[in-house]
């Protein structure tokens, strides 16, 4: 069952309080107001789909809150999606929270652009992040990216190193841009490593709406047809989806490499953690904490903000010990992401 938000702004109740906040003038004036006169109330953050216990993407939002949270000393809050949700009612959410007085306020996923685009007009003084999308260029929003090919290339090289069949697989949750990036960088490092080896790569879906982020069903499915065709490390970028190819991964005793979060520690997938090689990690909480900070210290992040290898903002976790422990490996991943740092190696991104 999905989480109720801790706003109680959900489905057709968000298009009401829309209408409501419009009728009670909720224009940039209110913002002038909100911004100039009282203090702020701290960082809120609204889910992508998938929502809070993803173990992935959203929860590393959640924890740039709680270390906001425990920063600042004030108390935040995150707001859940509905299902099947329009820009108006992301729009209306985040309308909402300026309202209220959270500053910053960031939407977690690229599919916020258009609502970020037009809560910032209306709230002027009000800073907003989006995570994941670079479109929105105003004088109030930071755009928070990553290099998320980089990592992924740095899995293709582990995925390439660890193979014992020659095979290994790519899960993508949503056939966009962005999931791109993640199989791009991916192959590249895979055919650097070991030419001999074959990748099999799937899309769940072409849109988000259809379920590719939030199916853990059909990460299974896909992960199992992948181990079918002789895959023995299977690497998906597909959020909550991802736990089901995980969970294949593990009934069939192949390697997983998970995404976003270190999904090795996540406690929901601890019976599995046996088959999590690694993970390619973007540090969303970090860019998440940082522009909370930014606006604490009256010097609020805007424009595009980029991750990468160099800032250690994507990387591989290293918890497992058989992945920490090899030394062939390690050695393998140092040269790599050495030669991506000084550009002899550049990455493709699609």
Same mark, same amino acid.
């Given at each position: ?39 702020s109330k701290g ?33 935040? *809050?995150?707001? $859940?999606?509905s299902d099947g949700?329009? @820009?108006?009612? +992301? &729009? %209306? ?5 300026? !309202? ?106 072409? *849109?988000?709406? $259809? ?5 853990? @069903?059909?990460? +299974? &499915? %896909? ?5 079918? !065709? ?119 991104? +699609?």
């Open positions: 069952m999905r989480r109720v938000s801790r706003i109680a702004l959900a489905g057709t109740a968000t298009v009401a309080l829309a209408a409501s906040l419009a009728a009670c003038g909720g224009t940039s004036t209110d913002a002038s107001k909100q911004s100039g006169g009282g203090k960082l809120a953050i609204s889910y992508d789909v998938g929502g809070r216990g993803d173990q992935s993407f959203n929860d590393a939002a959640y924890e740039g809150l709680k270390q906001s949270e425990k920063a600042f000393g004030y108390k935040g *809050t995150d707001v $859940e999606p949700e329009s @820009d108006a009612d +992301k &729009t %209306a959410r985040l309308v909402a929270l300026a !309202k209220q007085g959270y500053n910053p306020i960031v939407g977690i996923g690229y599919s916020y652009a258009p609502a970020v685009k037009a809560a910032a007009a209306k709230y002027p003084k009000t800073t907003f992040g989006i995570v994941d999308d670079s479109t929105v260029q105003a004088k109030n929003v930071a755009d928070l990216v990553f290099s998320e090919q980089e990592a992924s290339y740095l899995a293709g090289v582990t995925a390439a190193k660890t193979t014992k069949s020659n095979v290994v697989g790519f899960v993508g949750g949503v056939d966009v841009p962005l999931i791109h990036k993640f199989q791009a960088g991916f192959e590249q490092g895979v055919k650097d490593t070991n030419k001999k080896a074959k990748v099999v790569s799937q899309f769940l879906t072409e *849109t988000a709406d $259809e379920g590719g982020f939030s199916s853990p @069903d059909k990460g +299974k &499915t %896909a992960a199992d047809g992948q181990i079918d !065709k002789g895959a023995d490390v299977v690497y998906h970028a597909a959020g909550l989806s991802g736990q089901g190819v995980i969970q294949a991964a593990a009934d069939n005793k192949v390697w997983a490499i998970g995404v976003d979060s270190d999904q090795y520690r996540q406690g929901a997938l601890a019976k599995y953690k046996k088959y999590i090689l690694t993970s390619a990690t973007k540090d969303v909480a970090k860019a998440v904490y940082n522009l909370a900070k930014s606006v604490q210290d009256g010097k609020p992040e805007t424009g595009v903000i980029t991750g990468d290898l160099k800032s250690g903002e994507v990387a591989l976790a290293g918890s497992n010990p058989e992945f920490a422990d090899n030394a062939d490996l390690q050695k393998a991943l140092k040269t790599a992401q050495e030669k991506i740092a000084s550009g002899e190696i550049k990455v493709n991104s +699609k």
